[in-house]
């Protein structure tokens, strides 16, 4: 399998033969998912499977709700030692003969065996039910087997609960070992068999291997569970159909190379199911990434909407705002422009009167406006500076804010402090006055 048809990145990719290439596994789907369970942290990976190597649980070991067990007796495979090859056997009346003797010597041995313990548990009590610290348990009998058998597997140093955890999270075949010492065939299994280097390469490479004696409580407790008849005896349990089940039980003694090919005919029939589940949780991960990714996109298109919104409304709220100064504006524009004429008018109404043609106290004055217009008006030469400059404001044509200058000399007439009368300020009559305006 390749890694593109993994559906990974060029640096998921590079991550992924890394792992492979530091750890020695093979299938690369089972290296992605270890990386996908870690997050692609390379480094976090590698060091979980050197722990696992060396028998120490991982990070998702718990005791909290081990997964159930479930016995299938239908398509549980079960090898005992009484399958093993008897070269006395040849057949007929003397192979009979000796499957009696051997059955008769089985049921007697079991019965004699079986009573000691009854009457040992009866006066005894349950102390051995009462399971106070599982993992002393395990790391007793783990200490106490390397102490006189070596080589072995490699035992996982937690309880039956965090391997079950393990064997679970990690998608690998879980073998349970049960060990007894009042078994005649123990030791003969665990100098030959368990330590044999094909074996010990074999387990390692390919289960987890979790063990411990059923003379201490956690090792009795397990043995209740799994239905233990004969000892020594291995338990294969995988993740089947999302349970873990026991699939498999080698009881009793065997040979190293015998046990093998159990193991391989346990394993080999039941890989599917591990195949399969590493499949399905690939699917759930990508679905999940997938939905991630959708969510992520959904979200972003929600906010650049919202962003979009947000400036629509703050350019509408602008644009109303903007009109309503315009007619903020024009209404403060319109009614200036009211007052101004309302100013005008009643300036009108209060400038001196205009005296007659005849009066000789009186003098004509010529005003140009901006617009080229002319008027003529008569003033008294009593009248101020500030008579004329009202007359120019009270008129219509007159601009908002003006000046009034003479012809020659010019000079501009500006009213100051003191009152002076059009006389005193040296206009003649028949001047010409311009009406300037300021802004233009």
């Not at 020594?232 to 080698?250: F, W």
């Not at 209060?350 to 005003?367: G, I, K, V």
């Not at 030469?381 to 007159?398: A, G, K, M, R, T």
């Amino acid at each position: 399998m390749s890694s593109s048809s993994l559906g990974l990145s060029s640096e998921q990719t590079v991550k992924l033969l890394q792992f492979q290439d530091l750890t020695g596994i093979e299938d690369l789907s089972v290296c992605r998912d270890v990386l996908h369970r870690h997050r692609w942290d390379l480094e976090v990976a590698i060091q979980e499977q050197l722990n696992m190597r060396e028998g120490r649980p991982s990070l998702f070991a718990t005791e909290a709700r081990p997964p159930a067990v479930i016995k299938d007796h239908v398509a549980q495979q079960i090898f005992s030692d009484d399958d093993n090859p008897d070269p006395n056997f040849r057949g007929g009346f003397r192979g009979l003969f000796v499957f009696v003797v051997n059955f008769v010597f089985s049921i007697c041995y079991n019965f004699v065996s079986t009573i000691p313990s009854i009457l040992f548990s009866i006066f005894r009590g349950d102390e051995r039910r009462i399971v106070t610290d599982p993992l002393g348990d395990v790391m007793n009998f783990i200490n106490a087997y390397s102490a006189r058998y070596s080589p072995h597997p490699v035992f996982y140093q937690g309880t039956y609960s965090q391997a079950l955890n393990d064997a679970k999270q990690e998608l690998k075949f879980l073998l349970v070992y049960l060990h007894s010492d009042g078994s005649s065939d123990t030791p003969n299994f665990c100098r030959h068999t368990l330590s044999d280097p094909n074996v010990i390469q074999y387990i390692n490479q390919n289960t987890l291997m979790w063990g411990c004696a059923v003379e201490s409580p956690e090792g009795y407790r397990v043995a209740q569970s799994v239905g233990a008849r004969k000892y020594p005896l291995i338990c294969v349990v995988v993740l089947r159909e999302n349970r873990m089940t026991i699939v498999g039980r080698i009881e009793g003694a065997c040979s190293g190379e015998l046990l093998i090919s159990r193991l391989v005919r346990v394993l080999g029939d039941n890989e599917v199911y591990l195949v399969r589940a590493r499949a399905d949780r690939f699917e759930r991960s990508l679905t999940a990434s997938l939905r991630a990714q959708q969510d992520e996109a959904y979200e972003e298109s929600l906010r650049a909407d919202q962003e979009k919104e947000r400036r629509k409304q703050e350019a509408c709220e602008e644009e109303a705002r903007k009109r309503q100064m315009e007619t903020d504006l024009a209404e403060q524009e319109k009614k200036r422009k009211i007052d101004l004429v309302n100013s005008k008018a009643e300036m009108a109404l209060r400038l001196p009167n205009e005296p007659p043609a005849s009066d000789p106290q009186s003098m004509s004055f010529l005003f140009k406006f901006p617009c080229g217009a002319r008027l003529e008006r008569r003033f008294s030469i009593s009248d101020s500076l500030e008579d004329i400059q009202n007359f120019v404001f009270s008129h219509p044509l007159s601009p908002e804010e003006f000046e009034i200058t003479t012809h020659f000399p010019k000079r501009v007439l500006e009213c100051s402090g003191e009152t002076k009368t059009l006389h005193e300020m040296g206009l003649k009559n028949r001047d010409v006055l311009f009406v300037n305006d300021c802004n233009a």
